[in-house]
């Protein structure tokens, strides 16, 4: 009972991971080389409300570059769950703060769908006339001669909805830093 009920706990963390993060996927690349006098700002502004500050721009103090992280998220994903994702990786790799360098909003396809509707009628008319001659004699012989006129009419009517919406996703490149 112990396992099942610990893959059942995997299962939906990672489903709410996926929910949060509206999707997104990340790429880490970890800086290798020389550390310089990085790029500081006089002011910047920033997220502040977490354990891992957000900036958009070079903060105003120095730092060390640790790595390089990429994300893609839905388009429509809320601030929040990016702002946490940013977090979560830049605690994961030991980093301080967030430096945004880019977001872009890129196609990344088209969603579409429809219905078609039908409507039918048809309407018709038949009318015949038989005459039967009856023959004396043995054995008795029956002579039946006659018409048939038919008419058939019909129209068919179909009605087609589509819709067709673009799709974007949020490409963002950020620095993870920690702090000198």
């Not at 967030?98 to 048809?122: D, H, K, M, R, W």
């Not at 673009?166 to 490409?171: A, I, L, N, V």
Request: hydrophobic share 35%; glycine share 10%; proline share 6%.
């Amino acid at each position: 009972m112990s396992i099942l009920r610990h893959a059942t706990r995997l299962i939906l963390g990672l489903l709410v991971a996926v929910m949060i993060t509206g999707c997104s996927l990340e790429q880490y690349y970890p800086y290798e080389g020389i550390q310089k006098n990085w790029p500081v700002s006089e002011g910047a502004f920033a997220e502040t409300g977490g354990k891992v500050p957000v900036y958009l721009g070079f903060p105003p103090r120095p730092y060390i570059l640790v790595g390089m992280l990429k994300t893609n998220f839905a388009s429509d994903a809320p601030e929040w769950a990016k702002r946490s994702q940013w977090c979560y990786q830049a605690r994961k790799f030991g980093a301080d703060a967030v430096v945004i360098l880019s977001q872009n909003q890129l196609y990344s396809g088209t969603i579409g769908g429809g219905s078609a509707n039908t409507t039918s009628t048809v309407s018709g008319s038949a009318n015949g006339n038989a005459t039967t001659t009856i023959l004396p004699g043995f054995p008795t012989t029956a002579n039946t001669t006659g018409y048939v006129n038919s008419y058939a009419s019909g129209q068919s009517y179909t009605t087609v909805n589509s819709w067709s919406v673009p799709t974007y996703r949020e490409h963002t490149t950020a620095w993870l830093i920690k702090w000198k």
